[in-house]
């Protein structure tokens, strides 16, 4: 466990070393675990808590998930079923990783087969917070908890494959056997958690909905296809339009802001570029905090989540949704993406590294920066890192 305080608040977050498979199998070796629904999150987290040597059974209605389910071993009758009240009953943890909208249309058999005592576990506080909208009220006689990775169930397994682990949240929403927190605990480091940090279910939902739909997925969106477009019509090629708002991002900058924050990435940039991005930051910031003011309103008085479950529950929902991602797909700004994807050096044939290439790996995107493009950075960093060397010798002489 670590603890620190930023602006005023005080945090403890939970880690790996806190909880070692001895004691993971101690709080978790007498669980039954039914995963309930196995898209992306729950094929993640199975695969993952299975590995970690938790006793795991699978549960979703036939169809996609199911056949996946069975490719990745999951075995029909035994740790397989397409009856999730059979599962239900089975299992100590009902991890209820169902889409939302499905979670609302399963709620009446999850709740059938709940035994007492069982955990009932969720990724998203949705269900809970907005049950006005989804009728999700669980019994009094089960723990209601939450372990809500951030970040997509791919990446959960792949992380975790790799030895390393995605940071979630977790928070206990109902204790009835006093366990309530010690499981949540256990299952968010089996399932691969990197580290945990606490929230409510309502904290987890408001954030959430408002993250994805903000900075993380749609903000982002809006913002490049605006700046594609004003260079677009004023005579830029696809090419340098594309480079300039994307790739350039996503290959050069974004990495090292995840490597050592945004005043490691201004300083490892030229001086025009600083001057310009810190003289222009406030007016993008001025510009958009009234739209994730009404964004964060919306999420909170549930009209976000009454829109989902409305248009998750069609049943042309999947159909509508292909279109959608072909009209992304078809704009001008993703062709030429894929073109300059496919330029990309480490994804040409003999290329050195061709797995982090097909992976778009960050060995790949750390290597981008430093070979192409004005913005030079870990080599313009390791000159100034032998430059300090150098002054500070130079001191100790003196
Ligand atoms: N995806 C993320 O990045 C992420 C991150 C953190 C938390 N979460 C949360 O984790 C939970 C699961 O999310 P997910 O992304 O894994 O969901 P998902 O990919 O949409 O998976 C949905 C699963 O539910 C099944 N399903 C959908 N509607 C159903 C219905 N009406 N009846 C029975 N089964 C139904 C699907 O089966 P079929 O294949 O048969 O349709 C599929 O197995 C959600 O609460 C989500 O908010 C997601």
Redesign the pocket.
Known sequence: MKTFTVGNVTETVVERTDFPPKKLKEILGRETVAII??????RGQSLNLRDNGVKVIVA??K????DLAKQDGWEPGVTLFDDLGEAVRRATVVQY???????K??WPVIKANLQEGAALY???G?SIVFSEQTGVVPPRNVDVILV??K???TTVRRLFLEGRGINGSFAVHQDFTGRARERCLALGIAIGSGFLFETTFEKEVLSDLTGERGVLMGAIYGLWRAQYEVLRAHGHSPSEAFNETVEEATQSLYPLIAEKGMDWMYANCSTTAQRGALDWFKKFEEASKPVFEELYRKVKQGEETARVLDANSRPDYHQQLQKELAAVDADEMWQIGKIVRELRPERQPGAKNPKAAAKGSATAKKSTPARKGRKQAPRKAAAQTRKKKAKKAAKKKR
Not at 37 to 42: A, E
Not at 97 to 103: E, I, K, P
Request: hydrophobic share 30%; charged share 10%.
């Open positions: 629904g196995y898209g992306v999150q729950g979703v209605r169809g996609k998930s199911y990783l169902l889409s939302d909208a499905g979670q249309a399963s969720f990724s998203h949705f809500a990775p970040g997509s169930g």
